[in-house]
Structure formats: C-alpha cells, structure tokens
C-alpha cells in the first residue's frame, strides 16, 4: 500500500497547495475582493469535477492496463506542458501581463480563463489520481478497503493548507514556489509510474473487491434517489464552506490566511466522518451546531465589535458542525468500492453545483449574503430529518431530550434569520456584485440635523452625508479637515502659498467611496479618484440621490473606473505621470486595503506620479490589522518621513487613521499639524523592519501581530521653524 499512499497523500497535497498560490496571483488584478476566491473555487470545483468524470469514465470502461496507459500518457502531456511553459514564459505557473483584466464589469470569465491556462491540465491529473488509483489498488489488492486511501488523501490536503499561510506564504516568494510546486508535480509523477507497475504485475490476477462494511450491496447500483442524497449533502456543505469565506473575506481581509481556514476546516470534517463514523455522531454534532450556530447569531449581531480570533472561532465551529452533519451523512451512504467511482463524481457535482449556486445564483437571487444562513438552516434540516427516525426501544429521557434538540434547531435557524432580515429595516440600497455587498443605510431620519446616509461594504462604513442642505456639503467620516488627508492637502496650500505659487493642487486619490474627499477642494483644485467598483461610482454620482459630494465640488473631479494600481500603470505606459501634490491611498474591501496595493512596488508606482514635493496619505484604519510597520518599512526604502495622525470619533468624524508620507523631514511641523484637534506623531523605525510586503512575498498573517512601540521613535522638531524654499 505505501505507493499507493505516497502518491494519493502527494496529489492531494499539491492539489491544495496550488490553490492559495494561483489564489495570490488573481487577487491584485481583480479588485482584492472575496469575489476572487470563491471564483478561483468554483474553478476549482469544476476542475476536480473533470478529474474524477475522467476516473470514473476511464476506472469503468477500461481494462486495467489500459487505464494505466492512458493516464501515464495523459500525465506526461501535462509534465511537457509545464516545461514548455518554463521555456517559453520563464514560469511554470505564474499568468503573463496578457491575462489583466480588460472589463471590469464582468470579470469572472476572464479570471476563469486565467486559471485554466495556469493549471487546467496539471489540476485535472491531480484531481483524478485519487479516486483512479483508490480503484487501482481495489482492483490489484482485493478485499482489502480502499477508503483509509481516501482518508490519507484528505489528510494531504489539510496538511498543505496549513502549512501554506504559516510556513511558507510568508516566507517564500510566489516564483519560488512555483517552481516547487512543479518539481513536486514531478516527484508525483514519479510515485504515479510505480503504482502503474504494480497494477500491471497484477493485471488479469485480481477480482472485484468487496468491501464488507459498506452499507450498498455489491452487485446493486446506486439508485436515483440515493445520487440525489449525495448530491444535496455535498452541494449543502460545499455552499456552507464558501459562504463562509465571503463573510469572512468580506469582514475581515481577502487573502490566503483567511481562504485557507475555512477550506482546512472543511476536510478536516471529511477526513474525520470517513474514519470512524462515530465521529459524526448524531446528538453530539447537533449540541455542537446549535451551540455555534448561536455563536454565529452572536458575532453577526456585534460586527466589528468582537474580536478576530472570536468571529474566526465562531464561524469556523460553524462550519464544522455544518460540514461534519453532511458528510457524516455521506459516509452512512456510502457505497462500496465497486462503486467509488461514482460515489466521488456525484459529490464533486454537489460541490461545483455548491460552487455555482454562490458564484452563479445567490448574487442573482440575493442582495446580501443570504446564502449564509441559508445554509446553516439547510443543516439545521437535514440534522432534524436524521432526529425523525426514532431509535428502538429509545427511553422517555432519550426521547425528551430528542425533542429538545429538535425545537432548539429551530430555535436558532430562526433567530439567525430573523438577525439577517432585521439588519434589512434601515437598508434603502443594496446592490451585490463581484466586488461584494454595498450598501445605503438611512441612519437618524428622526433628528432632523442628525439625519445621514451612510454607505457601506460588508460590515464596514464608507462613508456618509448629511441630509441637511446646511451640512451637506461638509467632510465627514474619515476625510475631515482634521483628517490625515485634510492635513496633507491644507499644508500643501499652505506651502503653495507661502512662496507665492498660483493656487490649485492636484489630488489623487485610490477608493471612491461616496466621494467625500471632494468636499475638501478649492475651486483651483482639481482631483482624480480611482474606482473599480462600478456600482460605488454610480451611487457616489447621484445615482438614488443619496450622495452629492461630487455634484457639489468647488473644484475639477474626475473618476478612472477599474483597478486602481493597474490604471496607474497604464498612465505611466502612456508616458502620463499626473504629478499630484496629494495621492491618497483610500481602497478597502470591507475594512482591509488590498495587499497590492500596499506592497513596496505599489507605494514605488505611486511616487512616480507624485509631483517632485509631493506627498502620500495612507488610509490605515483597520479593526485586526496593524498595517503600521508596513507602512513605516516602505517609508524608510524610499527615503520618506513618515507622520502618523489619530483622529477620534466624534459628531462629524469617525476614528480614523492614517500615515502621511513626505520627501520633506519639517513638513508635519507647521501650524497646520500643531493646531489641529487630532493626535500627529512622527515615526520611523530603529533598526531594520520585522517585515515588509513585496508582490512577491506578503502575508496578512504577518500583519496581525501587535506594532512594537519600542522599536518606533518620535524625532524631535528643530527649535526654529524655517519656511522652505518651496512646496
């Protein structure tokens, strides 16, 4: 057995350990959102689809030899195809500049596009080996159980998918884990060659094993009511799983830390049902659900008010509980190995099925994301139906507390639903899209001078306006005058000014928003905003007549619809450098800045449009993430002051913070920043930085961790202030 299992464990774990890499390459050019995770899983989805189709056709209709022929030949193909691409592009796996998006209004063919051309072929052999060699090693040990294989083979995966956020996300770059990945893919092929040899040896020796334990008779065919079941137990926890990762994605930050946890919890239910079936033991797994289900009701309720590490456990004791009564189920009808085949392509169907049902349908049926609670009320069901057959000879008290559970499944499937809907009372837009769930709140319609629309991504506030004509024209939010922003563009008047330059700055600023950055500008000046999301350009432009702080600006604006790093770009190919005085970095998906955006390449670009005393305002307010000593490493490679500016909440402002970034050591020292309501500090680094983020080499993991004050130390101003020279 033991080739057999090196193979099976080092399919499943490059299969999964590919899926974070491939994840890491779409992610910068399609908007950082969660929409690029849970597409690259439907691919995924598909893609295993096609594996196991291709196993059961081959392991069904063809003579062992035959079989081994075939998918020898097949695996060589796929071998070739990653070496000519290393000929050709330098890379294994890593798309070429041809693959960024052209349109973002409809990006999901082309990202799907993007992952077949990266490792279409090569996912397919992966996904195929373990159902396809599980039949070999029937076929040539019979009477012995294949399904210990499966186990070792959800195993790899786990294994893979922990270790990539903590072991080598953080420390190894993207290039070079390509090219281990492709030196395992060989080493795989190698394991898959000796396999091959035993069922050859074998071949004509064997007959059709039998699996005593398995509940299908061997010589019956799974009928359609018992497909159907597979089907429906698949495709329940395969949408459990990602709507999970939307919702914490959404919430929290979009990246391979937070991809892979929910992914990891999911078949690790998988490995543990289909080891020992009292694992999923009824009455303890639905203890378990209510309890995290309630939990679930708790941390949707609270928002950003609780904890990472809580909303994380919650959902993800969810998720087991979710994941672990489905496929407890699945074991229970499982069939025996003449039958593997099947058995494995119907809930692959299940789970792509899963996969077009959140990607496909649910942004179609639903405005929010619906499909959550949906699906943990759909296990809350199928956990019921299981409490309906009444044991034999069952006890008053066994049968009580039957009930008992029974009316506590309902209990929090409506309270969880009731939660979602009542969120809904005070919603008068909601629009979802690839980019997620926005949202227009009307907040204090009854106080007259209070009365706002606010706008909102996730959980997150982006933004509001006054309705009152009086304050309606005035920066709120994070964008005051006050703010790290409204600091760097009044010093640069300011500056402008004081040697008698003409007036007129000109702004840019990544992330829309409701346009509230428009409110801080002159007549002379002009500003530029970067937007990818076509449904917060629509809003921030009068679209419902919420929102005017574009209509009303004094000065020039100007919106540039797509992804904001990649529309830089493209102006420097034009040789169209805008020289801003300002550039504010303002992108959040929910209440993360995409890493992209914030890597060292990403902060170089941006200088190069800055005009030669020009200044960068980092947008760092973040509930989990401290996005700090990022920002401070990147300051000190580029030879920039760095001054950190704290605003309080208050009636017009909310908390924000933010890092204003200059080639000038005086220029937070002037009367702008020493008489404004907000903290001002001025940062640098002692010795060489924790860590930084590259295009290559970045981690949210990373980010997580506490800022060492020690390590930051406040120079001290000069004790007179001189004017510059100029701005």
């Known amino acids: 057995m033991a080739r057999y299992a090196v193979a099976i464990f080092t399919s499943a774990f490059l299969l999964f350990g590919v899926q974070p890499l491939v994840g890491r390459y779409a992610l910068p050019w399609y908007g ?25 056709v081959v392991s069904s209709r063809l003579r062992p030899r035959a079989q081994v022929r075939l998918h020898l030949g097949v695996l060589a193909i796929a071998v070739a195809a990653l070496g000519v691409r290393a000929l050709l592009t330098g890379s294994t796996l890593a798309p070429g500049p041809e693959w960024r998006p052209l349109d973002e209004h409809a990006p999901v063919l082309r990202l799907l596009g993007m992952l077949t051309w990266m490792v279409g072929l090569p996912f397919v052999v992966l996904g195929a080996t373990g159902p396809l060699l599980q039949s070999w090693f029937a076929s ?73 334990s398995a509940p299908v008779e061997e010589g019956r065919r799974p009928g359609l009511g018992l497909t159907l079941k597979w089907l429906g137990l698949s495709g329940c926890a395969s949408v459990l799983l990602l709507a999970t990762t939307n919702q914490l994605s959404q919430d929290v930050a979009a990246g391979p830390f937070l991809w892979v ?29 209510i309890g995290s289900v309630a939990l679930v009701a708790y941390a949707h309720k609270q928002g ?48 792509v099925l899963g996969g077009v049902f959140v990607n496909l349908l649910a942004p179609v049926l639903f405005r929010v994301y619906w499909e959550y609670p949906l699906a943990l009320a759909a296990c809350c069901a199928i956990t019921m139906a299981g409490m309906l057959r009444r044991p034999s000879q069952e006890s008053l008290l066994a049968r009580l507390q039957r009930v008992l559970r029974g009316a506590m499944l309902v209990t929090v499937s409506l309270n969880m639903a009731l939660i979602t809907a009542g969120e809904q009372s005070r919603v008068r837009y909601s629009e979802r899209g ?16 209070q009365h706002q629309f606010t706008l909102r991504h996730g959980i997150t506030t982006h933004g509001w306006q006054f309705v009152d004509p009086s304050k309606r024209k005035k920066a709120t939010s994070y964008f005051t005058e006050d703010s790290g922003l409204g600091l760097a563009i009044a010093e640069q008047r300011r ?9 007129g700055l000109r702004v840019g600023v990544l992330g829309l928003g409701v346009g509230t950055s428009a409110a801080l500008l ?32 004094r000065g020039a604006v100007e919106v540039v619809e797509g992804d904001a790093r990649i529309s830089l770009e493209r102006e420097l190919e034009r040789g ?87 080639p000038d050591r005086e220029f937070s020292w002037g009367p702008t920043f020493t008489r404004t309501l907000s903290s001002v500090r001025r940062l640098s680094l002692r010795g060489p930085p924790d860590f930084t983020w590259t295009d290559e080499r970045s981690s949210v993991l990373l980010a997580l961790r506490s800022v060492v004050w020690e390590r930051l130390a406040e120079p001290e101003p000069p004790p007179a202030r001189a004017e510059p020279a100029g701005p």
Do not use: K
């Open 261 to 289: 946890l929910p992914l990891a919890v999911y078949l690790l239910t998988f490995i543990l049902a289909f080891a020992r079936e009292s694992t999923a033991e009824r009455p303890r797994t639905a203890l378990l659900l």
């Open 522 to 553: 002159e007549p002379e000046d002009s500003l530029c905003f970067y937007e990818i999301n076509p449904t917060i350009i629509a809003l921030a432009r009068g679209q419902q007549g919420f929102f005017s702080y574009l209509l009303d600006a």
């Open 576 to 662: 169209q450098p805008r020289g801003f005085d300002v550039l504010a970095l303002d992108v959040f998906s929910s209440d993360a800045i995409p890493v992209h955006l914030l890597t060292e390449e990403a902060v170089a670009l941006y200088l190069r449009h800055l005009a030669p005393h020009g200044v960068l305002a980092l947008h760092i307010s973040n509930q989990y993430l401290d996005l700090l000593p990022v920002t401070l490493a990147h300051a000190r490679a580029s030879g920039l002051f760095a001054t950190l500016v704290y605003q309080e909440s208050r009636a017009d402002a909310l908390r924000s913070t933010w890092v204003v970034l200059s």
């Open 140 to 212: 040539a040990r019979p009477g012995r159980s294949p399904y210990v294989l499966y186990a070792l083979s959800n195993a790899g995966s786990l294994l893979s998918l922990l270790g990539y956020p903590f072991l080598i996300e953080p420390w190894v770059s993207r290039g070079a884990q390509t090219w281990a990945w492709s030196a395992g893919f060989l080493c795989f092929g190698f394991a898959c060659v000796a396999c091959a040899r035993d069922v050859l040896a074998r071949a004509g020796e064997s007959s059709p094993a039998v699996d005593a």
């Open 32 to 56: 950082g959102t969660s929409g690029v995770w849970t597409t690259c899983m439907l691919f995924f989805q598909t893609a295993l689809l096609a594996g196991y189709g291709y196993a059961h």
């Open 495 to 503: 500056l402008r000014q004081a040697v008698g330059l003409p007036a």
């Open 304 to 351: 950003p008010n609780i904890g990472l590490l809580w909303q994380v456990l919650f959902y993800a004791a969810a998720l087991y509980a979710g994941a672990m009564v489905c496929h407890g189920a699945l074991y229970r009808l499982r069939p025996a190995p003449r039958h593997l085949g099947a058995f494995y392509l119907w809930v692959s169907t299940g789970g």
């Open 434 to 449: 690839f980019f997620g769930v926005v949202q227009v709140l009307e907040q204090v319609p009854s106080v007259p001078s």
